[in-house]
């Protein structure tokens, strides 16, 4: 199916009132049930208060006096350099926003799922689809986000099993329990940026189900150990396309947003 076909059967699709309010960033879904139940929404002219009530192709929706236009949503996926801050917009900074903005895509309704920090690259979701972005990040969803990280020192089997246990970082953080798999022992002379006079670097593979501030850093840290590169290679279904260069991005196929959704279960149509 190709894209242009993909996006019109999305929009041809029946949604809960609730969802596509959701979708389009006017609330929770809680705070969206109870304004419904308020007769904020009009369906069709009408006072609408179920919440579940689908709306079909071609259903006029009104929500709090504004009407909600239904289109596709959009997907981006980005392939982050080091040295953009992820972020929208920045009066002093250049923005992973800005990579699209130079191709001529200037919707000012996309946003980034998620932050990598400024030296970290990889995988990112670029989207106006605030009910998936709401799924992905939300810390009782435990979605698997995957890295790849050059680490400063020999990672050992205690390290392997403190991460898998979880483990508390500081005072602020406590992790919890992440993958984390050694791929390979190097010398320090053969990385970019390593002090040639450290011990040994391990190339890693991490796995974890939570996006705290700093998240891969600190747990190292915690460790005794620096990292030295970090890079994002999956998000819950979605892989980074080994073909795509860092600072290019490309519009997601119609088969890894169907694994998005699959991947949400489609709570959001149920109760």
Not at 151 to 160: F, L, Q, S
């Amino acid at each position: 199916m190709g894209k242009d076909k993909a996006k019109k059967k999305e929009a041809d699709c029946p949604v809960r009132l609730d969802r596509l309010l959701a979708g389009e960033g006017l609330g929770t879904r809680s705070d969206l049930k109870k304004a419904i139940r308020g007769g904020k929404a009009l369906v069709n002219g009408s006072v609408e208060k179920d919440a579940g009530r689908q709306i079909l192709p071609g259903d006029v929706v009104v929500f709090d006096g504004e009407e909600i236009k239904r289109e596709p949503h959009v997907y981006y996926m980005l392939h982050k350099p080091s040295g953009l801050i992820t972020a929208t917009e920045d009066s002093r900074e250049r923005t992973v926003l800005n990579l699209l903005r130079e191709k001529g895509i200037r919707r000012r309704d996309l946003f980034p799922v998620g932050r990598l920090d400024r030296d970290t690259e990889g995988l990112l979701l670029v989207t106006d689809d605030g009910a998936l972005a709401h799924y992905l990040l939300s810390p009782g969803k435990h979605v698997e986000k995957t890295y790849y990280a050059v680490v400063e020192g020999r990672v050992a089997e205690e390290d392997i099993r403190r991460f898998a246990q979880g483990l508390v970082v500081d005072e602020e953080l406590t992790a919890m329990p992440a993958d984390l798999s050694v791929l390979q022992y190097v010398m320090p002379e053969t990385e970019p940026g390593a002090d040639p006079v450290s011990a040994e670097l391990t190339k890693t593979l991490v796995t974890i189900r939570e996006g705290k501030y700093h998240q891969i850093k600190r747990m190292f840290s915690a460790c005794g150990k620096k990292v030295l590169y970090l890079k994002r290679l999956s998000m819950g279904p979605l892989q980074l396309d080994p073909t795509l260069p860092g600072g290019a991005f490309r519009e997601l196929t119609p088969e890894e947003i169907s694994a998005l959704r699959e991947v949400r279960g489609q709570e959001s149509g149920n109760g």
